[in-house]
Antibody, heavy 116, light 108 residues
Framework: QVQLVESGGGLVKPGGSLRLSCIVS????????MSWIRQAPGKGLEWVSY????????NYADSVKGRFTISRDNAKNSLYLQMNSLRVEDTAVYYC?????????WGQGIRVTVSS | EIVLTQSPGTLSLSPGDRATLSCRAS???????LAWYQQKPGQAPRLLIH???SRATGIPDRFSGGGSGTDFTLTISRLEPEDFAVYYC?????????FGQGTKLEIK
């Protein structure tokens, strides 16, 4: 079955950086667009970014543009999110997700807390 | 940006009842690029419906979706205890792909 496993979250001070990783199994990773979706505590879902299968196209929410960078390594079946200049409002559970329109498979999520 | 407004915010029903959840878009979605997700406490969301009315793999047929343009619905024909959760709609017709704020379906 499809599995997506995120890692790299934690507590970071405002202005700091974190790199999230997601290892994917159970599908042909290189065939799929991939996304990051986040959910602030007690709030709804927010699309963050997506990348196409060959890494030639990316897209970002305005709230993270210029601060976050999505990337992937198809040889390692891995998706990444480099998060710089983190703000308190970036505090959320971040989900690695298969697809960019229809979000068909989700990881369990990784918590990122931005606090001084 | 397309804003999705879900109603009601909370729906209180009993097992065996029929549930109807609404999702309204701020502008018309060409074709039917709308999905529904279910999220239980402490879990990741799960895809239920895509293209407004197509059930995802493994989703029971008591879940059905409909609508077009700006008005969409998710119907659960007979509620099972495991159906009480939060439901989100999402549009993928126009970037940024946005979510509704969610409808909490709770046991009455």
């Amino acid at each position: 079955q499809v599995q997506l496993v995120e890692s790299g979250g934690g507590l970071v001070k405002p202005g700091g950086s974190l790199r999230l990783s997601c290892i994917v199994s159970g599908l042909t990773f290189s065939d799929w667009y991939m996304s990051w979706i986040r959910q602030a505590p007690g709030k709804g879902l927010e699309w963050v970014s997506y990348i196409n299968s060959g890494s030639s196209a990316t897209n970002y929410a305005d709230s993270v543009k210029g601060r976050f960078t999505i990337s992937r390594d198809n040889a390692k079946n891995s998706l990444y999110l480099q998060m710089n200049s983190l703000r308190v409002e970036d505090t959320a559970v971040y989900y690695c997700v298969r697809g960019h329109t229809i979000l068909g498979a989700w990881g369990q999520g990784i918590r990122v807390t931005v606090s001084s | 940006e397309i804003v999705l407004t879900q109603s009601p915010g909370t729906l209180s029903l009993s097992p065996g009842d029929r549930a109807t959840l609404s999702c309204r878009a701020s502008q018309s979605l060409s074709s039917t690029p709308l999905a529904w997700y279910q999220q239980k406490p402490g879990q990741a969301p799960r895809l239920l419906i895509h293209d407004a009315s197509s059930r995802a793999t493994g989703i029971p047929d008591r879940f059905s979706g409909g609508g077009s343009g700006t008005d969409f619905t998710l119907t659960i024909s007979r509620l099972e205890p495991e159906d009480f959760a939060v439901y989100y709609c999402q549009q993928y017709g126009s970037s940024p792909y946005t979510f509704g704020q969610g409808t909490k379906l709770e046991i009455k």
